[in-house]
């Protein structure tokens, strides 16, 4: 039985084929394009702490994030301590993985610096999970906004002021295991105009 099993892995090896059910990112030459393409939501963490140099990596790769007029509205918090992200993990339906994170990024946008604080805020997200990537660190966005009780949450830990809204919390940590990133290309969903 040992021996069948060993042949059908290695078959669809000699034919191009991959025996495992986990999407493999493409080979393109460029590593951008391979980063955005391994970019994975990571859920579980090993205990180890994340070391200054890359949290300040993280940091400035969220706020080279584009801005519309350039306004800038968004306001990052680190938090490391470990009841502060026990306590978050209670209380956030969607954020139980940061008892096991050493760290989290809460992305926030100041509400009257621009009105669409959220779209800017929400690239700067992006811009963190694709530098965590890079980097060897797994991350996951959580969202805070537009949920009431989740945006309280955020406010009672961190004690912004009103104008200050949390978009989303970020755990960030050393992955425990191997993730693999999920294939989300649907050709379905592009659409091309019509030339006449």
């Not at 986990?22 to 080979?27: A, I, N």
């Not at 970019?39 to 890359?54: L, P």
């Not at 945006?151 to 940590?173: A, D, H, Q």
Request: hydrophobic share 40%; proline share 6%; aromatic share 8%.
């Amino acid at each position: 039985m040992k021996n069948l099993l060993i042949i059908l892995c290695i078959l669809p090896v000699i034919f191009g084929i991959s025996c495992s059910n986990t999407p493999q990112t493409e080979s393109t030459g460029n590593t951008v394009l391979e980063n955005i393409l391994s970019r994975k939501s990571v859920r579980d963490f090993i205990g180890k702490k994340v070391e200054n140099e890359k949290i300040t990596i993280l940091l400035k790769a969220g706020m080279a994030a584009p801005s519309g007029r350039d306004l800038r509205p968004w306001e990052l918090i680190v938090i490391q301590n470990r009841s502060t992200l026990d306590s978050m993990a209670a209380e956030l339906p969607y954020a139980k993985m940061l008892n096991k994170a050493p760290m989290a990024i809460i992305v926030c946008g100041d509400s009257i610096r621009s009105s669409y604080w959220y779209l800017d805020c929400s690239a700067v997200s992006e811009n963190i999970l694709l530098a965590a990537e890079s980097i060897g660190l797994g991350a996951v966005w959580t969202a805070a906004y537009p949920y009431e009780d989740r945006i309280s949450t955020v406010r009672k830990y961190t004690n912004i002021p009103e104008n200050i809204i949390p978009l989303c919390v970020i755990p960030v940590g050393y992955p425990n295991g191997t993730q693999s990133p999920k294939n989300k290309f649907d050709e379905k969903k592009i659409h091309y105009e019509k030339f006449q």
